[in-house]
């Protein structure tokens, strides 16, 4: 369950500058953060890219009828960790991020709900407090409930692209069903994703920019 639902409360990453727009949405009004980047802060890593693809053509096979657009991922992948690459790192050949994204400890401070270690710090290092992990940034009770093997390696890793991905989507067709190309249904799973409408509207804003970009400018080297 990604972390602020209980999932996550910590800061939506943001790569670079953006544009704060006011906006009416089924009669409530809504900030809306829009990207404003040159073509090289909006491009998606070619790995990162592969394991949204991926993710969205298996979401009928985790609930029939399911269906997430890969640039739904794309964005919650952006707003979460800049496609994995926040703080410099970098992408393995298999999809993992190295080094590990760990957020902060979910310990009551900072804005976060306190949440007791649930996983003797197997995924995060920490006995005392749980904490939101990987490019998707899953807290371990989400993840021992949701992971996914997505790249079929044997493994269900947080800080795999492609297992993260598909976990992703397991998180949106189990979690909050709906018709996404409804955008009042889309926004609604969004915000179950990780409560805060703020961060649903984020979201939005690239799921419609990467639905804008031609395919030539999509992917980045890394």
Request: with cysteine; proline share 6%; charged share 25%.
């Amino acid at each position: 369950m990604p972390a602020r639902s209980p999932r996550r409360r910590r800061r939506s990453v943001r790569a670079a500058v953006i544009v704060i727009a006011a906006m009416l949405v089924a009669g409530i009004g809504l900030v809306v953060i829009l990207p404003s980047l040159d073509i090289s802060g909006r491009q998606i890593p070619a790995l990162a890219l592969e394991a949204y693809r991926a993710a969205s053509r298996a979401a009928p096979t985790i609930r029939k009828g399911c269906s997430v657009d890969w640039e739904v991922l794309a964005a919650l992948g952006k707003v979460e960790s800049d496609h994995g690459r926040v703080g410099g790192r970098t992408i393995r050949a298999d999809g993992t991020v190295e080094p590990a994204i760990i957020g902060p400890p979910l310990d009551g401070t900072a804005g976060t709900q306190a949440i007791a270690d649930t996983d003797r710090g197997t995924l995060d290092g920490d006995t005392r407090w749980d904490h939101a992990v990987g490019p998707l940034q899953f807290i371990p009770t989400t993840w021992r409930e949701l992971g996914r093997d997505g790249n079929h390696d044997g493994r269900k890793d947080p800080n795999n692209l492609f297992d993260a991905a598909l976990t992703a989507t397991a998180h949106l067709c189990l979690r909050e069903p709906g018709n996404y190309a409804d955008r009042i249904q889309l926004r609604r799973s969004l915000i179950a994703y990780n409560r805060s409408a703020r961060y649903a509207d984020e979201v939005l804003a690239w799921i419609d920019t990467y639905r804008s970009m031609p395919a030539q400018d999509l992917t980045a080297a890394r």
